[in-house]
């Protein structure tokens, strides 16, 4: 039986029409549609933590993505700082009591 499951990933992403990842990034393999002016579907280049570069029409980046907030950086540069000390992640320090 199917279950209902949800995912979370941290990305990198910018806004960029479909015409303009197609040229200046890597070509899609369907047939682009552009418009009068030139431009392609509004959407997102988005890199993937390993490094996948793909591009996300913007109803769909926008329904499943939203910006990380400030103190959210800050919470995933720590993380980052006691992965590479190897810290367990969301280990928290206890004063020294003296």
Same mark, same amino acid.
């Given at each position: 039986?199917?279950?209902? !499951?949800?995912?979370?990933?941290? &990305? #990198?992403?910018?806004?960029?029409?479909?015409?303009?990842?197609?040229?200046?990034?890597?070509?899609? #393999?369907?047939?682009?549609?552009? *418009? #009068?002016? *030139?431009?392609?579907?509004? *959407?997102?280049?988005? +890199? !993937?933590? @390993?490094? !996948? &570069?793909?591009?996300?029409?913007?109803?769909?980046?926008? +329904? #499943?993505?939203?910006?990380?907030?400030?103190?959210?950086?800050?919470?995933?540069? %720590? @993380?980052?700082?006691?992965?590479?000390?190897?810290?367990?992640? *969301?280990?928290?320090? %206890?004063?020294?009591?003296?």
């Amino acid at each position: 039986m199917e279950e209902l !499951y949800i995912g979370t990933k941290i &990305i #990198a992403a910018e806004p960029m029409d479909e015409v303009e990842f197609s040229m200046r990034v890597k070509p899609v #393999a369907h047939t682009l549609e552009i *418009g #009068a002016d *030139g431009k392609g579907r509004l *959407g997102y280049k988005v +890199r !993937y933590e @390993d490094g !996948y &570069i793909s591009w996300s029409p913007k109803e769909t980046f926008e +329904r #499943a993505y939203r910006k990380v907030t400030d103190s959210e950086s800050v919470m995933i540069m %720590e @993380d980052a700082l006691k992965r590479s000390a190897g810290i367990p992640i *969301g280990h928290h320090f %206890e004063p020294k009591e003296e």
